[in-house]
């Protein structure tokens, strides 16, 4: 059954988490109006699934089952289910900010791929035990955030190391019916709206630390759980033209003696596969965050492009203008390209699903991470000063302002400064206040911080092949062709070595 973003809402209501916000305990996640920007966020990714116009994107088939699912669940068969995950992120953050479902597809797809493994190198049942939970979930067509981030206390020391155990989430206790886990995760997206988590490691341990090899599913109100959340977006602030409608609320979630049963275990201290696990969704979620910050370029290129004309400038008459709309344009489809050529050039897992290509989407991701400062950059540059300089709401009704103002700030003739001073406010709600930090910040460290993504290309480009290539011509086999036979004196000729004729 595919849920609509109001069904998805009134689901909340079955769960009880323990949240806290701002010191305050949450009564209802579904009616704190400090969460409904995200909820809304994750709505659009329900609604456009009933959408004639995005249905295609926003559906798939999953093969194992010939049931209909929503894409943010759905294990992709091959390149066209890839792209399709591509556009579809692009397409509901563009509307959204961001609309963080993803996050349940790329883990979803990197324990399918985890668990077949690990239960052919260990001889467990995991995959088994995942495909039924898989299918519960697609059947209720639930939201899963992503508990992997640890807090990782002093980051020089592995994870045994710690002199606080609770900075990695363990396995403190095996059961015959399950496990018992304790710990913290950091960071998880969405965290107090989310149906369930998925629990999963963020590095590879050491076999010695095989407690913290630990991926499991829990409710989000399982007893022993807490979510420390901020609200989402900016909401009930008039200025915010966009984030009091649509934003992300993240959670510190402490997990306190929780027990797991054993079906949803899906990994307990394999830590090799733990490794393996952690890659493989980080080679996911950063093709799938190519799609979400092309979703924001999308944004503002559109409000670029407004501001602009708002303030009686065309495009096609200042280049200096025109220049700055193309380097937007430029490093948004140029990051989105890599994410088009990692879903074409996919590889084929032996759990038979596919994985995007990693060099492109490590590339993507970290073209998105470090041009996001540029982009804001670009943004000011063609918005003007209004975009920090215009007074607040409250001045919009002020009778003894307003007509100086609405004189002040009218642009083109054509656009009211009604319309100016809200696209200015649109731009610095993006762009300028703690929501345009926040979108840094997400572009920069969500899915892994460069070095990361840095370590994943090293690791999988092919540089051998080149190193190769370049032998190959440099071999005098290359001057056989007949091409470049040098005659320098001292240097190499068909023949082999030919010492330079002697001129006496
Ligand atoms: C808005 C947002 C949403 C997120 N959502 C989720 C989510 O839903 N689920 C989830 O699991 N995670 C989530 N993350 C977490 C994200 O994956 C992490 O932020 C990222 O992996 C970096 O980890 P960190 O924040 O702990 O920073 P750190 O690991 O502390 O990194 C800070 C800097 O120190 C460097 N560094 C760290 N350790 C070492 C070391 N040992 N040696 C050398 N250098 C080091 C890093 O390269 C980086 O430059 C989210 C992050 C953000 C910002």
């Known amino acids: 059954m595919l849920m609509n973003a109001q069904a998805y809402r009134d689901s909340l209501r079955a769960y009880k988490p323990r949240v806290f916000i701002n010191g305050e305990q949450v009564e209802s996640v579904a009616d704190d109006p400090r969460l409904l920007p995200g909820i809304n966020g ?8 009933h959408d004639e116009a995005h249905k295609d994107l926003l559906t798939a088939v999953q093969t194992s089952s010939g049931r209909l699912v929503n894409r943010m669940l759905h294990i992709n068969d091959g390149s066209d289910d890839l792209l399709k995950k591509l556009e579809a992120v692009r397409l509901v953050c563009k509307v959204s900010g961001c609309a963080q479902r993803y996050l349940s597809h790329d883990a979803l797809n990197a324990i399918f791929q985890a668990t ?3 239960d052919e190198a260990h001889a467990t049942q995991y995959h088994e035990r995942f495909m039924r939970y898989l299918y519960e979930v697609q059947e209720k067509d639930l939201t899963l955030g992503v508990a992997m981030t640890d807090a990782k206390g002093d980051r020089s020391l592995r994870a045994g190391e710690q002199p606080i155990q609770d900075v990695y989430v363990h396995i403190k206790e095996r059961r015959a019916d399950g496990l018992v886990i304790s710990g913290i995760k950091s960071i998880v997206t969405g965290a107090p709206y989310m149906h369930e988590f998925l629990v999963m490691p963020c590095r590879t341990h050491r076999p010695e630390d095989s ?3 630990v991926c499991c599913a829990l409710p989000i109100d399982a007893e022993g759980i807490t979510i420390i959340a901020k609200p989402a977006g900016r909401p009930g602030e008039e200025a915010a033209k966009f984030s009091n409608k649509y934003g992300q609320s993240t959670g510190v ?3 306190e003696d929780v027990f797991v049963p054993n079906d949803r275990v899906f990994l307990a201290g394999e830590t090799e596969e733990g490794g393996f696990l952690t890659t493989s969704y980080a080679t996911h979620h950063r093709h799938s965050c190519i799609g979400a910050r092309a979703g924001f370029g999308d944004l503002l290129i559109g409000a670029g492009a407004t501001m602009v004309k708002a303030n009686g400038l065309d495009v096609d008459r200042h280049s200096h203008i025109r220049d700055a709309m193309v380097d ?5 489809e140029s990051f989105y390209a890599c994410g088009v050529a990692a879903s074409i050039y996919c590889e084929e897992d032996p759990a038979g699903n596919v994985m995007p290509d990693k060099v492109y989407s490590n590339i993507g991701k970290l073209l998105l991470a470090t041009k996001i400062y540029d982009m804001h950059k670009l943004a000011h540059y063609v918005s003007g000063g209004l975009i ?3 007074p607040g709401p409250d001045e919009d009704h002020n009778p003894e302002t307003k007509a100086s103002l609405d004189a002040v700030f009218s642009g083109r003739a054509d656009i009211s400064s009604d319309k100016r001073r809200d696209i200015a406010r649109f731009m610095e709600d993006l762009t300028v206040s703690d929501q345009a930090g926040w979108y840094s910040v997400i572009s ?8 990361a993504m840095k370590r994943e290309i090293w690791r999988n480009y092919d540089v051998e092949n080149r190193e190769d290539l370049v032998s ?8 056989d062709q007949g091409q470049r036979v040098s005659k320098q004196p001292g240097r190499c000729c068909a023949k082999g070595c030919e010492s330079p004729t002697k001129i006496s």
Request: hydrophobic share 45%; proline share 2%; glycine share 12%.
């Open 42 to 49: 994750v709505g659009v990714t329900y609604d456009f699934a």
């Open 116 to 118: 077949k493994r690990t």
């Open 211 to 213: 407690d913290f090899a």
């Open 253 to 255: 979630v402490i997990f």
């Open 328 to 332: 937007l344009i430029t490093i948004t």
């Open 388 to 390: 920090v300089a215009l």
């Open 444 to 451: 920069l460290h969500g899915g892994g911080s460069p070095e």
């Open 472 to 479: 190959q011509l440099m071999d005098r086999g290359v001057y």
